[in-house]
């Protein structure tokens, strides 16, 4: 009697949404580190201070201004002195649902002056912004 040897297929399996998952997330990742970097700016140094601690919840309305060690102010990628700033925090306090419920971020480098970055506050204050957040490292204990 002859037995007949049956052939095994190995079975494959389908890579494709193994493939379309991995390009969704980097496309997402992409996107998210865009946004990111659009509110960061690498010239700036924080302070660290012990006090510094993350905010409770993201803020909703708000606007991020960096302090850089120059003195120039950016905002969105764009460089400004200070009487370029005032103009722009018109055009934004003119763009703001309500200017009084907008947070203003400021971001200031550890080498300026802190009289430079209370120019900005108060130049801020003049147009009719009212909220602000200082942001710094957070210094951790070792």
């Known amino acids: 009697m002859r037995i ?34 659009a509110e960061q700016d690498d010239k700036v ?8 601690r993350p905010p ?8 991020t201004l960096h302090v850089r060690e120059s003195g120039v102010v950016v905002i969105s990628n764009d460089v400004h002195d200070m009487e370029q700033l005032r103009k722009r925090m018109i055009l934004e ?10 947070t203003i971020i400021i971001r200031g480098d550890y080498r300026v002056a802190t009289g430079k970055v209370q120019e900005v506050i108060r130049l801020c204050q003049d147009v009719g912004f009212e909220l602000f957040a200082l942001r710094a490292k957070e210094r951790l204990n070792r």
Not at 4 to 28: C, V
Not at 45 to 52: F, I, N, Q, T, V
């Open 4 to 37: 007949k040897k049956s052939r095994r297929e190995l079975a494959e399996g389908d890579m494709t949404p193994m493939i379309d998952m991995t390009f969704q997330l980097i496309a997402f990742f992409m996107v998210l580190i865009n946004f990111s970097q």
């Open 93 to 102: 306090k003119q763009y703001a649902d309500d200017p009084k419920k907008v």
């Open 45 to 52: 140094r924080l302070p660290d201070s012990e006090l510094a």
């Open 56 to 63: 409770d919840a993201p803020l909703v309305d708000a606007l």
